[in-house]
């Protein structure tokens, strides 16, 4: 089986300071980590992900995330959040050969001006 | 729009009614996803294609949902005698292949938002 753990329901953060969304996952095998994000009344837009390589991955809007093998962590990083960036995130994993993605069940982040 | 189309957006209907939903891939993806999302929750694995063949479904996927791709481009989930706990958000994805790493993203498209009352 393939899950993910999102602790926190929301998380805020000052503008200008630094974000990160936690994420910890376990599955049999080497995981494939994704993070989404969710806009109201919207589908899921791709943020980044992790399959193999560099443990540092870069994705869009300048987030980036660590993939921790030892901690089974992916934890979503962003060194200055805006107020855009308040939204709903979404943590996944899948492994290969696994056609389904095992989503958290997401952290709110609000951006305070 | 070269992105996952579905439609229509919005959804209401009577407890008991059927309903369908389409969904048009990003044209080059062979793989084909339905995902269910209810509020406070993340989205739930219903089924998936490759081309036109159904090759998963999962368990939350009742005897009165029924999902197709006919010709492998876009794909129809149907719901009989719909019930208020259908009501949910109903996302497609879709995938291509990389090589070396199998389909890992899939892209979503908006959701169509269905309301049972």
């Known amino acids: 089986a393939q899950s993910v753990a999102q602790p926190e329901d929301q998380v805020n953060v000052a503008e200008g300071n630094p974000l990160t969304v936690k994420c910890t996952y376990s599955?049999?095998?080497?995981?494939?980590l994704f993070w989404y994000v969710q806009y109201p009344n919207r589908g899921l837009q791709f943020l980044l992900k992790?399959?193999?390589?560099?443990?540092l991955v870069k994705g869009s809007y300048g987030f980036e995330a660590e993939f921790n093998k030892s901690q089974t962590s992916f934890h979503l990083k962003k060194p200055s959040a805006l107020v855009s960036d308040s939204a709903l995130y979404f943590c996944?994993?899948?492994?290969?050969?696994?056609?389904?993605?095992?989503f958290g069940k997401g952290n709110q982040v609000v951006v305070i001006p | 729009d070269t992105g996952v189309s579905q439609d229509p957006r919005h959804k209401i209907t009577k407890r008991g009614q059927n309903v369908t939903f389409r969904c048009d891939p990003i044209?080059?993806?062979?793989?084909l996803y339905w995902y269910r999302q209810t509020l406070g929750q993340g989205p739930e694995f219903l089924t998936y294609f490759q081309n036109e063949a159904q090759l998963e479904k999962s368990r939350l996927l009742s005897d009165r949902f029924s999902a197709e791709r006919p010709k492998g481009s876009f794909s129809t989930l149907e719901i009989q005698r719909t019930e208020q706990g259908d009501s949910a958000m109903y996302l497609c994805?879709?995938?291509?292949?990389?090589?070396?790493?199998?389909?890992?993203?899939?892209?979503f498209g908006q959701g169509t938002r269905l309301t049972v009352v």
């Open positions: 992790y399959i193999t390589g560099d443990n």
């Open positions: 996944a994993v899948r492994v290969y050969g696994n056609n389904r993605l095992a």
């Open positions: 044209s080059e993806h062979n793989r």
């Open positions: 599955v049999s095998g080497n995981p494939y």
């Open positions: 994805a879709s995938s291509a292949p990389l090589p070396g790493q199998g389909h890992p993203e899939a892209f």
